[in-house]
């Protein structure tokens, strides 16, 4: 048995192939299959079966059209309310692919349908075996139960406790553990560890779902430990019981220079894809900032930001467009408009030499930025430092007097802020950024902090808890 992992790092999860040699099986593939196809022509396998732990909460899966396009069985809970024909699956059921015997396990608390998938190679490696948990059994953790309706949140953390003891029980210590989530995903819950692989026995004794005797304080502490999760979670579950489309990744033509302008002129959503400092000194009236890549969650927040379902262009480089397309495919924000800049960068994406010719008649803006020590030297008695941290991470340590309201409800919350000067910051500067272009949408006066909270103190600022 061999077992490929394809990781995506933008949302935190893992899908996997697994095959003999000859004939695979695949584990919660992402929308975007082309990763998944490659992976197998390289092992030179053919795929057979596609199988889901759950009607995903945070990306649109791409099962279905992988297992159409292979001509592959497509395994879904028989229990799963879905508008596809697949081919149904229910704890206990066993199934072969190709000398791989698989079995699957109900393991209810991520969703009430969700289920486990343990393969074992019955005739190779000793009969070694594999346990694909989905969002059961983590890394450290197990999957959030807050996902389906606050009135089933406590259920189905009484459920995980349970679950998690009947996977450890349905396969041997040293069969090796592969979580869809817990990689920096928001599904994941309570103290994931940071750990690339593991095994069911290394978790029965590291886990604290395996650890705490009592279920009572398990499910008490998993509760306590709960915290916003992006607004665009809502929709993955109703689009994956649909049966999501293939994604169409190509860049579309770059949008004339006029339309750009209108569309900023009538408010709609322009993206700029740039680094963050750029932004700051020389962007379009009316865009936004969502810094691509570095780490940067740019998906996540992207979705958790702006508001569903609205017009959507990006404004970068090619390279930045096609690869940003890619990601927000993989959240169900379909085909966005692009408004593509000079291949030749000068260390920004689209060159701000050009952002009048792309958007004729457009006004620039900028607004400053620093670290904590020009917050020291300029800020006025009546600025308001603005953390735009999640709450969570304010209560453990903020700066003295500073207003927190998390960036993924600024939009909704800019008039609780006076109208003067506006100091934002958060984490990393990431946050503040998104942020810092809100507020400047919204005609008002912010610098950006651009600098890591866990350097504030030793800048000279005071900080409160």
């Known amino acids: ?51 889901e732990t759950h009607l ?29 024909a697949r081919a149904p699956v229910m704890d206990g059921d066993t199934f072969s692919v190709g000398r791989l015997s698989v079995r699957v396990v109900a393991t209810p ?9 343990v393969v074992r190679d019955e005739t190779h490696d000793g009969g070694a075996e594999a346990v ?31 679950s998690v003891r009947r996977l450890v029980s349905s396969a041997s210590p040293d069969a090796a553990l592969y979580p869809t989530h817990g990689f920096g995903s928001f599904c994941s819950i309570g103290p994931a560890s940071h750990q690339d692989a593991s095994t069911l026995g290394e978790q029965a004794t590291s886990n604290h779902a395996l650890t705490d005797p009592s279920e009572d304080h398990f499910v008490a502490e998993l509760l306590a430990n709960i915290t916003a999760y992006p607004a665009y979670y809502a929709h993955m579950s109703p689009l994956n019981a649909a049966g999501p489309a293939a994604a169409d990744l190509d860049v579309p033509e770059s949008v004339e220079p006029s339309e750009l302008a209108r569309r900023l002129h009538n408010g709609e959503w322009v993206v700029d894809l740039r680094h963050r400092v750029a932004f700051a000194e020389d962007h379009l009236e009316g865009s936004v900032a969502f810094e691509y890549g570095n780490g940067s969650n740019f998906t996540s927040y992207l979705g958790w930001v702006i508001p569903w379902e609205q017009p959507l262009t990006l404004l970068g480089s090619h390279e930045e467009v096609h690869t940003a397309i890619r990601d927000l495919a993989r959240i169900g924000i379909e085909s966005p408009d692009a408004a593509v800049g000079p291949e030749t960068r000068d260390g920004d994406g689209a060159a ?13 803006r900028s607004y400053p930025h620093g670290d904590w020590r020009l917050l020291l030297r300029e800020r006025a008695s009546q600025d308001v430092v603005l953390d735009v941290r999640r ?37 990393t500067g990431y946050r503040a950024s998104v942020a810092a272009s809100l507020l400047d949408r919204a005609g008002r006066d912010v610098v950006l902090i651009d600098a890591r909270f866990r350097d504030a103190a030793g800048a000279g600022i005071e900080l409160a808890r």
Request: charged share 20%.
């Open 1 to 51: 048995m061999d077992v490929v992992v394809i990781e995506t790092p933008q949302l935190g999860d893992r899908s996997y192939l697994v095959h003999d040699g000859s004939v695979a099986l695949v584990i919660d593939p992402q929308r975007d299959i082309d990763r998944i196809e490659a992976a197998a022509l390289e092992a030179g396998v053919r795929i057979t079966h596609v199988a």
């Open 391 to 427: 709450p969570e991470e304010f209560k453990v340590s903020h700066v003295q007097d500073a207003v927190n309201i998390p960036v993924y409800e600024l939009l909704t919350r800019i008039t609780e802020l006076p109208g003067t000067r506006i100091w934002v910051h958060c984490a």
């Open 352 to 364: 701000s030499g050009v952002l009048q010719a792309m958007a004729p008649g457009v006004r620039r």
């Open 56 to 84: 995903h909460n945070d990306y649109v899966t791409g099962g279905l059209v992988l297992a159409e396009k292979q001509g592959a069985s497509y395994l879904v809970n028989a229990a799963d309310q879905v508008s596809f």
């Open 132 to 162: 694909f948990s989905g969002g059961s059994l983590l890394y450290g953790s197990v999957g959030r139960t807050d996902l389906v309706t606050p009135n089933d949140t406590a259920a189905l953390a009484h459920a995980q406790y349970d």
């Open 109 to 117: 608390g991520h969703t009430h349908t969700h289920l486990a998938y």
